[in-house]
T-cell receptor, first 112, second 116 residues
Framework: AQSVSQHNHHVILSEAASLELGCNYS??????LFWYVQYPGQHLQLLLK??????LVKGIKGFEAEFIKSKFSFNLRKPSVQWSDTAEYFC??????????FGAGTRLFVKA | DAMVIQNPRYQVTQFGKPVTLSCSQT?????MYWYQQKSSQAPKLLFH???????NEADTPDNFQSRRPNTSFCFLDIRSPGLGDAAMYLC???????????????FGPGTRLTVT
């Protein structure tokens, strides 16, 4: 069965620190990859997505993610986090059809 | 703004008492989803509608049913809620443009269900 693994459940960073959140999935075929974010008190929303092409994907608010097919990974990065990036981040994988598998999420807290 | 709306945001029901959660959308998307999310866990897909076609996940309990009377509305019915059904229920939509799914989803704020 397909699965998505997010390595860190909680991350605490100071403002201006660099961020990398790990995501690995188990599926050998073609996948569509997503990162969603949920800010406190808000609904889940799309941060970025990869369908094909350049494996380095840029999203909103300075986030980017790199698809490494050989490692089944889609890690999220941001060079310098801000207090407003405090949120929960979900990696998600779709292998065709309408079923998207989500990871358990990583709660990021950025200290001002 | 086009959006996905869920009502109520918080629902308390008694053990075994049927409850209905509602979702509406102004995006005119043809696919609607219901997810269950328990604390510190990943959202888990219960079922989805593609237009009027209902698609149940194999591991979704029979206790969970859904209705989609039109494009805009979708309901989640829990026939006999148990304590284990306490969770956040998320509704989402997506637009299928014919390439086999896998498109980004738009989520509502969720309904937190408490079972007493």
């Amino acid at each position: 069965a397909q699965s998505v693994s997010q390595h860190n459940h909680h991350v605490i960073l100071s403002e201006a620190a660099s961020l990398e959140l790990g995501c690995n999935y188990s599926y050998g075929g073609t996948v569509n990859l997503f990162w969603y974010v949920q800010y406190p008190g808000q609904h889940l929303q799309l941060l970025l997505k990869y369908f094909s092409g350049d494996p380095l994907v840029k999203g909103i608010k300075g986030f980017e993610a790199e698809f490494i097919k050989s490692k089944f990974s889609f890690n999220l990065r941001k060079p310098s986090v801000q207090w407003s990036d405090t949120a929960e981040y979900f990696c998600a994988v779709n292998a065709g059809g309408f079923k998207t598998i989500f990871g358990a999420g990583t709660r990021l807290f950025v200290k001002a | 703004d086009a959006m996905v709306i869920q009502n109520p945001r918080y629902q308390v029901t008694q053990f075994g008492k049927p409850v209905t959660l509602s979702c509406s959308q102004t995006l005119n998307h043809n696919v609607m989803y219901w997810y269950q999310q328990k604390s510190s866990q990943a959202p888990k897909l219960l079922f989805h509608y593609y237009d009027k076609d209902f698609n149940n996940e194999a591991d979704t309990p029979d206790n969970f049913q859904s209705r989609r009377p039109n494009t805009s509305f979708c309901f989640l019915d829990i026939r006999s809620p148990g304590l284990g059904d306490a969770a956040m229920y998320l509704c989402a939509t997506s637009r299928d443009i014919g390439a086999g799914g896998g498109y980004e989803q738009y989520f509502g704020p969720g309904t937190r269900l408490t079972v007493t």
